[in-house]
């Protein structure tokens, strides 16, 4: 019997190590999973050749000459074919031996290989062959499937391989259940693969692709919709505000008033919080658009129902951030059991890896004994020191900086399932989140704090002449005005020898795994490895140097700020900056998050190109955080014109949803649901999340109504093995924290 996990070389013999050594295929499941990489067609006009390509013709033999060779011992076969609607193609062998009997002048054949050309003729070195009868027709359909190469096999030797084991195959194991194939219009999975390794047109080959893609799309909603359903089942304490407690007390001297989104989300989230089941929600918005608002007044409706509220941030900047706003903004609500505090207040921890060991002391006896109802802190929080009273909130910052292990430990420090929010300030296009985040609800905040002042950006060439000093007489103006800048550096420290834009031994950070404060989301356009070497990427250091010594910036304050920074020195230079002691500020990608300047208008990124367009968006909301217009100057030495496009389409839009299907656009999809995690098992195949968005929700719609029906799937076992083999643990977890 022949089935999925038969061995290849109970089947083809010969061609089976080749495939292995080679592919790693050695099943049956396996070979049938090598899609072809594309399609040629049958052609029998040789004019049209072109040195380089594969091709695949039919083609009558019109001379054969076997030989010696002249300079090395053994003979060689020359045969010159015609095609049938004309041109000529030379035809050699090394070693005819085999061939000269059977490529005599008169017979027809299908010829397939890589064109190469010799004394000014195309021809085929060795190709693959089948002879054709008299008369006979090209009876396979109008295309040639062409595979990846394999050493010591031709392309004609494996579509003879997956012919023979398709003939063996009476079914394959179909994830996809019979109801839904029906109702979706989809071929079966043995169907679409012949549709794909034995292509008859051009139509069946685009059938074959869509099932492929629904199929991809359908195993990864059903693993979703399964863990939503666990989530669900788990219980909890509901988290309710009381009445004149802290969150009522906090609305009331709020010296802003909310966005309809914000109070929106924020109805949402009580709603959630309410239940007693565990809330698990995606809050994704805007640069700016008021996300810790909305996190704090969650945490304070916690904190009134007598738990406890956690929040991760990723870097040590970004927490202290978190805990300086959280503080300012609740005032004497802050200081509860002090002088001075509320008699209804709290207190806010800080906990980090690099605290003093006095304060790391302090802050451990508040959150372990109750008295800080909020605890800020970065990994720092998931060490096993680390207790609490009672945690019923965790909000994770950024989740894509974290793995799910680390959420799950902080989530192992209460005594029940705690409630989680999850907040980015990436744009997610909706097919990007049904797909990475469908076990969550998912809120979106669009809109922007009234009083916002929008932000201009422009692409600033460097190698033109006169450009880079106008940049610098541009930032002296605006100190001059009476606003900030930040100038932001790639690297931290010159380093000639390297100019790939990776901050590689320059990042020290508390782990695991380490903060990557200074790392540029890197970003090189198709064919950047066949150009030269850039020059060195510029260094914090070395940029800081230079402006101290620019004559434009004379009485100008500089700071500098990036991770290898202790501690207290970083929070010192940030310190200065938002009180005005530092006009600008000369940093890595440190500031990406969290940080908040009102008085901050400008920003000049150097080496732009080599930033990922997220994360150049995720830098430029820094400024522009109060009423005045903000301004970002994304400089760049490149000439290479699909980068500029790309910077271009940054400058030309602030809208971060439209900004992120442009992301998405340009990076291999593969990348975002973890395929370099886990080798390349749980990629996508054949689905473009943007593309085929009306297939991916489909998808969705059927695998959530088959889990709701069938949540441990007994009744679709090829479903429930899909899932497993697709998803296994390391990518879930990818999913979880992408």
Same mark, same amino acid.
């Given at each position: 019997?022949?089935?999925?996990?038969?061995?290849?070389?109970?089947?083809?013999?010969?061609?089976?190590?080749?495939?292995?050594?080679?592919?790693?295929?050695?099943?049956?499941?396996?070979?049938?999973?090598?899609?072809?990489?594309?399609?040629?067609?049958?052609?029998?006009?040789?004019?049209?050749?072109?040195?380089?390509?594969?091709?695949?013709?039919?083609?009558?033999?019109?001379?054969?000459?076997?030989?010696?060779?002249?300079?090395?011992?053994?003979?060689?076969?020359?045969?010159?074919?015609?095609?049938?609607?004309?041109?000529?193609?030379?035809?050699?062998?090394?070693?005819?031996?085999?061939?000269?009997?059977?490529?005599?002048?008169?017979?027809?054949?299908?010829?397939?290989?890589?064109?190469?050309?010799?004394?000014?003729?195309?021809?085929?070195?060795?190709?693959?062959?089948?002879?054709?009868?008299?008369?006979?027709?090209?009876?396979?359909?109008?295309?040639?499937?062409?595979?990846?190469?394999?050493?010591?096999?031709?392309?004609?030797?494996?579509?003879?391989?997956?012919?023979?084991?398709?003939?063996?195959?009476?079914?394959?194991?179909?994830?996809?259940?019979?109801?839904?194939?029906?109702?979706?219009?989809?071929?079966?999975?043995?169907?679409?693969?012949?549709?794909?390794?034995?292509?008859?047109?051009?139509?069946?080959?685009?059938?074959?692709?869509?099932?492929?893609?629904?199929?991809?799309?359908?195993?990864?909603?059903?693993?979703?919709?399964?863990?939503?359903?666990?989530?669900?089942?788990?219980?909890?304490?509901?988290?309710?505000?009381?009445?004149?407690?802290?969150?009522?007390?906090?609305?009331?001297?709020?010296?802003?008033?909310?966005?309809?989104?914000?109070?929106?989300?924020?109805?949402?989230?009580?709603?959630?919080?309410?239940?007693?089941?565990?809330?698990?929600?995606?809050?994704?918005?805007?640069?700016?658009?008021?996300?810790?608002?909305?996190?704090?007044?969650?945490?304070?409706?916690?904190?009134?129902?007598?738990?406890?509220?956690?929040?991760?941030?990723?870097?040590?900047?970004?927490?202290?951030?978190?805990?300086?706003?959280?503080?300012?903004?609740?005032?004497?609500?802050?200081?509860?059991?002090?002088?001075?505090?509320?008699?209804?207040?709290?207190?806010?921890?800080?906990?980090?890896?690099?605290?003093?060991?006095?304060?790391?002391?302090?802050?451990?006896?508040?959150?372990?004994?109750?008295?800080?109802?909020?605890?800020?802190?970065?990994?720092?929080?998931?060490?096993?020191?680390?207790?609490?009273?009672?945690?019923?909130?965790?909000?994770?910052?950024?989740?894509?900086?974290?793995?799910?292990?680390?959420?799950?430990?902080?989530?192992?420090?209460?005594?029940?399932?705690?409630?989680?929010?999850?907040?980015?300030?990436?744009?997610?296009?909706?097919?990007?989140?049904?797909?990475?985040?469908?076990?969550?609800?998912?809120?979106?905040?669009?809109?922007?704090?009234?009083?916002?002042?929008?932000?201009?950006?422009?692409?600033?060439?460097?190698?033109?002449?006169?450009?880079?000093?106008?940049?610098?007489?541009?930032?002296?103006?605006?100190?001059?005005?009476?606003?900030?800048?930040?100038?932001?550096?790639?690297?931290?420290?010159?380093?000639?020898?390297?100019?790939?834009?990776?901050?590689?031994?320059?990042?020290?950070?508390?782990?695991?795994?380490?903060?990557?404060?200074?790392?540029?989301?890197?970003?090189?356009?198709?064919?950047?490895?066949?150009?030269?070497?850039?020059?060195?990427?510029?260094?914090?250091?070395?940029?800081?140097?230079?402006?101290?010594?620019?004559?434009?910036?004379?009485?100008?304050?500089?700071?500098?700020?990036?991770?290898?920074?202790?501690?207290?020195?970083?929070?010192?230079?940030?310190?200065?900056?938002? /009180?005005?002691? $530092?006009?600008? @500020? *000369?940093?890595? =990608?440190?500031? +990406?998050?969290?940080?908040?300047?009102? &008085? #901050?208008? %400008?920003?000049?990124?150097?080496?732009?190109?080599?930033?990922?367009?997220?994360?150049?968006?995720?830098?430029?909301?820094?400024?522009?955080?109060?009423? /005045?217009?903000? $301004?970002?100057? @994304? *400089?760049?030495? =490149?000439?290479? +014109?699909?980068?500029?496009?790309?910077? &271009? #389409?940054? %400058?030309?839009?602030?809208?971060?949803?439209?900004?992120?299907?442009?992301?998405?656009?340009?990076?291999?999809?593969?990348?975002?649901?973890?395929?370099?995690?886990?080798?390349?098992?749980?990629?996508?195949?054949?689905?473009?999340?943007?593309?085929?968005?009306?297939?991916?929700?489909?998808?969705?719609?059927?695998?959530?109504?088959?889990?709701?029906?069938?949540?441990?799937?007994?009744?679709?076992?090829?479903?429930?093995?899909?899932?497993?083999?697709?998803?296994?643990?390391?990518?879930?977890?990818?999913?979880?924290?992408?």
């Amino acid at each position: 019997m022949v089935d999925p996990t038969t061995s290849l070389k109970r089947l083809i013999g010969s061609a089976a190590p080749p495939l292995e050594k080679a592919r790693g295929l050695r099943t049956v499941e396996d070979l049938l999973g090598f899609w072809p990489r594309r399609y040629t067609p049958y052609d029998s006009d040789l004019s049209t050749l072109r040195e380089g390509e594969y091709a695949v013709v039919v083609a009558r033999v019109r001379t054969a000459n076997a030989r010696p060779m002249k300079y090395r011992k053994g003979r060689i076969l020359t045969v010159v074919a015609a095609g049938e609607r004309g041109g000529e193609l030379d035809i050699t062998f090394f070693k005819p031996h085999g061939h000269e009997d059977r490529l005599v002048p008169g017979v027809r054949a299908v010829f397939a290989g890589q064109v190469s050309s010799f004394n000014g003729r195309m021809q085929l070195t060795h190709p693959g062959y089948e002879l054709l009868d008299e008369g006979e027709d090209v009876d396979r359909g109008e295309l040639v499937p062409i595979y990846t190469r394999v050493p010591r096999l031709q392309n004609w030797t494996i579509m003879r391989s997956v012919e023979t084991v398709l003939d063996a195959l009476d079914e394959l194991p179909d994830p996809i259940p019979a109801p839904v194939r029906a109702a979706r219009d989809l071929p079966s999975r043995l169907v679409a693969t012949r549709m794909l390794h034995q292509p008859r047109t051009r139509g069946g080959v685009e059938a074959g692709r869509r099932r492929m893609r629904y199929e991809e799309a359908f195993v990864l909603q059903s693993a979703l919709a399964m863990r939503r359903l666990d989530g669900s089942r788990e219980a909890t304490a509901p988290r309710v505000a009381r009445p004149g407690g802290l969150l009522e007390a906090f609305d009331a001297r709020m010296p802003f008033e909310l966005t309809e989104g914000q109070r929106a989300v924020g109805e949402q989230i009580a709603a959630d919080l309410a239940r007693d089941v565990p809330m698990h929600r995606l809050l994704q918005g805007e640069v700016g658009s008021g996300k810790t608002v909305v996190a704090l007044r969650a945490m304070l409706a916690v904190v009134d129902s007598g738990a406890q509220a956690a929040i991760l941030a990723p870097t040590e900047v970004l927490a202290a951030q978190h805990h300086r706003s959280i503080t300012t903004m609740l005032g004497d609500l802050a200081e509860g059991g002090l002088l001075g505090g509320s008699d209804i207040g709290t207190r806010v921890a800080l906990l980090t890896g690099s605290q003093s060991t006095k304060a790391r002391r302090a802050a451990l006896l508040q959150a372990a004994s109750g008295e800080a109802g909020l605890v800020v802190g970065t990994h720092a929080l998931l060490e096993a020191s680390v207790q609490f009273a009672e945690l019923g909130l965790v909000v994770v910052d950024e989740q894509h900086r974290f793995g799910v292990e680390q959420r799950d430990v902080l989530r192992s420090k209460a005594q029940q399932p705690p409630h989680v929010l999850v907040m980015t300030a990436t744009p997610i296009p909706r097919t990007v989140a049904m797909t990475v985040f469908g076990d969550m609800e998912t809120s979106t905040l669009r809109e922007l704090p009234r009083g916002r002042a929008p932000i201009t950006t422009h692409v600033v060439p460097e190698h033109l002449p006169g450009w880079m000093p106008r940049t610098w007489q541009r930032v002296a103006e605006e100190v001059a005005g009476g606003g900030r800048v930040y100038v932001v550096c790639p690297r931290i420290h010159e380093d000639d020898g390297a100019a790939d834009g990776a901050d590689g031994a320059d990042l020290v950070e508390e782990g695991p795994p380490p903060d990557a404060d200074d790392e540029p989301e890197q970003w090189e356009a198709p064919g950047a490895e066949d150009r030269p070497a850039r020059p060195p990427l510029k260094s914090v250091l070395r940029v800081a140097a230079e402006l101290a010594e620019n004559p434009d910036l004379r009485g100008v304050r500089l700071g500098v700020l990036h991770g290898q920074l202790p501690p207290e020195e970083k929070e010192a230079v940030m310190g200065a900056f938002a /009180r005005g002691d $530092l006009d600008v @500020l *000369v940093s890595t =990608t440190v500031i +990406e998050v969290g940080v908040d300047v009102p &008085e #901050a208008t %400008a920003m000049v990124i150097l080496d732009a190109d080599r930033f990922g367009v997220s994360q150049l968006h995720q830098l430029r909301g820094r400024v522009g955080r109060g009423g /005045r217009p903000g $301004l970002c100057l @994304l *400089v760049t030495g =490149t000439d290479n +014109e699909q980068t500029r496009e790309r910077l &271009e #389409a940054v %400058a030309a839009t602030t809208d971060g949803f439209r900004l992120a299907r442009l992301d998405l656009t340009l990076r291999r999809e593969g990348d975002i649901l973890g395929a370099r995690q886990s080798g390349g098992r749980g990629s996508l195949r054949f689905l473009s999340l943007l593309r085929d968005e009306e297939l991916v929700v489909m998808a969705h719609e059927d695998a959530f109504a088959v889990v709701a029906q069938d949540p441990s799937l007994a009744a679709h076992p090829d479903l429930a093995v899909a899932v497993a083999e697709r998803l296994d643990e390391e990518q879930a977890a990818y999913l979880e924290r992408s």
